[in-house]
């Protein structure tokens, strides 16, 4: 069964779910996500650390996983965006997106002509080192990229509609710490001015019919937002998953142990008493 692109994904309101890579590029990470019924996943390069040949190895895990690839840049700069997707990510994010001209110079960045101005480079990691007839490989990688634009900032939601409508934008992705801190609420996501910026974003992809996405702590939040009209989820991210785990794992252990012992206590005070005897009674005095 063949799996699905992110183009085919985001042209779908099914829900998708992936997970969030920020730490653990190891060869065996697309396996195990694939394994655990990942639809996509987003590897991180804004917050990671990571540089550009830990990119062009992770995409050759999920590559040999058929996991399709989400790989957000550190920025909107072309150099970013462009080797990603000559490196062989299907879809690129790209942070803090504020207005239509910057979603333009991202689509401008990614797709080849006549879509696009991104450089020509045919015949390496992103077509698979294949060679063919040049406009059938330039049109193959365009309807290939996806372009994920991250709504992050005040500016970004007051210009959602327009973003939405850039063709070549594919989906928007709520920034959800980002976007709180913006509008002078770090953290604050129960708050009304962050509730109307999602309604805005919501409304914008409705509209244009665009993809929504967001990343989520709990599984309950991504059905909520799943709800909600999101239909891209990224369930947690590699460190928060294992640390999770680890940490309930460790502190299950610790409390039955603690428990134990708390039951062995009185037991042994018991039997301290009963081999000591009973106390030996006075003699008594005679009244006078």
């Given amino acids: 069964m063949a799996v699905p692109t992110l183009r085919a994904m985001v042209r779908s309101k099914d829900v998708k779910?992936?997970?969030?890579?920020?730490?653990?590029?190891?060869?065996?990470i697309g396996q195990i996500?694939?394994?655990?019924?990942?639809?996509?996943?987003?590897?991180?390069?804004?917050?990671?650390?990571?540089?550009?040949?830990?990119?062009?190895?992770?995409?050759r895990y999920m590559q040999a996983a058929d996991l399709p690839t989400i790989v957000r840049v550190p920025s909107i700069e072309y150099n970013h965006i462009a080797r990603a997707a000559d490196m062989g990510a299907e879809g690129v994010m790209v942070p803090m997106i504020g207005n239509a001209d910057q979603a333009k110079e991202v689509v401008n960045s990614l797709k080849y002509h006549p879509e696009g101005g991104r450089g020509v480079a045919l015949g390496i990691a992103h077509d698979r080192y294949v060679q063919g007839p040049v406009m059938d490989k330039l049109s193959a990688a365009n309807k290939r990229?996806?372009?994920?634009?991250?709504?992050?900032?005040?500016?970004?939601?007051?210009?959602?509609?327009?973003?939405?409508?850039?063709?070549?934008?594919?989906?928007?992705?709520?920034?959800?710490?980002?976007?709180?801190?913006?509008l002078g609420i770090p953290g604050e996501f129960e708050h009304k001015l962050f509730k109307d910026a999602v309604r805005a974003v919501t409304k914008a992809c409705?509209?244009?019919?665009?993809?929504?996405?967001?990343?989520?702590?709990?599984?309950?939040?991504?059905?909520?937002?799943?709800?909600?009209?999101?239909?891209?989820?990224?369930?947690?991210?590699?460190?928060?998953?294992?640390?999770?785990a680890v940490a309930a794992g460790?502190?299950?252990?610790?409390?039955a142990a603690e428990k134990r012992k708390a039951r062995a206590r009185p037991a042994a005070k018991g039997a301290a008493g009963a081999k000591r005897g009973p106390a030996k009674s006075r003699p008594r005095t005679k009244k006078a």
């Fill in 33 to 59: 996500l694939k394994g655990a019924g990942c639809d996509f996943v987003l590897f991180d390069t804004e917050h990671s650390g990571f540089g550009f040949e830990t990119i062009k190895s992770v995409l």
């Fill in 250 to 255: 460790v502190t299950a252990i610790r409390d």
């Fill in 206 to 244: 409705e509209t244009h019919k665009k993809a929504l996405g967001r990343l989520v702590p709990t599984a309950e939040e991504g059905i909520k937002l799943n709800r909600a009209g999101h239909d891209f989820i990224c369930y947690s991210g590699d460190v928060w998953a294992l640390q999770q």
């Fill in 17 to 28: 779910v992936g997970h969030f890579v920020v730490e653990f590029a190891t060869p065996g």
């Fill in 145 to 182: 990229t996806t372009v994920f634009a991250q709504i992050e900032t005040a500016e970004g939601v007051a210009n959602a509609d327009e973003i939405a409508a850039v063709s070549g934008v594919d989906c928007l992705w709520i920034g959800h710490f980002d976007l709180s801190a913006s």
